[in-house]
């Protein structure tokens, strides 16, 4: 079955740091894929997303790049902030199927 | 500004009761969603529906209930069947095409 394998936590680094979260995926058909970000107490928020092979995803400094060939969707960012404190989920969804299939999560901890 | 709007925000149950969490959107989204969250675990879904009076259960169906009357409301029943419903329940719905929108969530405890 379709499925997504997201890179274990906790990850802690420090202000200004290059953050990189691995997400791989399995599936089927041709899947569109997510990033959702999570903070304390709240539900999800959609960070960006990629439709199609090759497609980059990008908002607020965080940045995608769908990647057919090795069926990966990692998360980067050039230089974390102590806001970016948080739970961050990557998620595919089959072209036609409206259901997403999450990862487990990884929760980001940033020190100043 | 369209969303979707959970409440309560915090909800007790005791032993045996029935609880409904609410869950209603304004984007005129065909598709909802029930996912529960437990501490450090990613999403499992319970219920969805793609239109109004219809759903179908996800993965963790067991112990809910769900009524799809109108196409903004989408209400969860927590029955006395959920042998541990202590966790945090997200609502979410979707257009063809496009992720999901959350809601803000309802933290559900056992008293």
């Known amino acids: 079955g379709d499925s997504v394998t997201q890179m274990e936590g906790p990850v802690t680094l420090s202000e200004e740091a290059f953050l990189t979260i691995n997400c791989t995926y399995t599936?089927?058909?041709?899947?569109?894929l997510f990033w959702y970000v999570q903070y304390p107490g709240e539900g999800l928020q959609l960070l960006l997303k990629?439709?199609?092979?090759?497609d980059k995803g990008s908002n607020k400094g965080f940045e995608a790049t769908y990647r057919k060939e090795t069926t990966s969707f990692h998360l980067e960012k050039g230089s974390v902030q102590v806001s970016d404190s948080a739970v961050y989920f990557c998620?595919?969804?089959?072209?036609?199927?409206?259901?997403?299939?999450f990862g487990q999560g990884t929760r980001l901890t940033i020190n100043p | 500004d369209g969303g979707i709007t959970q409440s309560p925000k915090y909800l007790f149950r005791k032993e045996g009761q029935n609880v409904t969490l609410s869950c209603e959107q304004n984007?005129?989204?065909?598709?909802m969603y029930w996912y529960r969250q437990d501490p450090g675990q990613g999403l499992r879904l319970i219920y969805y529906?793609?239109?109004?009076?219809?759903?179908q259960k996800g993965d963790i169906a067991e112990g809910y209930s769900v009524s799809r009357e109108k196409k903004e409301s989408f209400p969860l029943t927590v029955t006395s069947a959920q042998k541990n419903p202590t966790a945090f329940y997200l609502c979410?719905?979707?257009?063809?095409?496009?992720?999901?929108?959350f809601g803000s969530g309802t933290r559900l405890t056992v008293v």
């Open positions: 979410a719905s979707s257009i063809q095409g496009t992720g999901y929108t």
């Open positions: 599936a089927t058909g041709y899947p569109s």
């Open positions: 990629a439709t199609k092979a090759d």
């Open positions: 998620a595919l969804n089959i072209q036609g199927a409206q259901k997403l299939v």
């Open positions: 984007l005129n989204h065909d598709a």
């Open positions: 529906s793609q239109i109004v009076n219809d759903f």
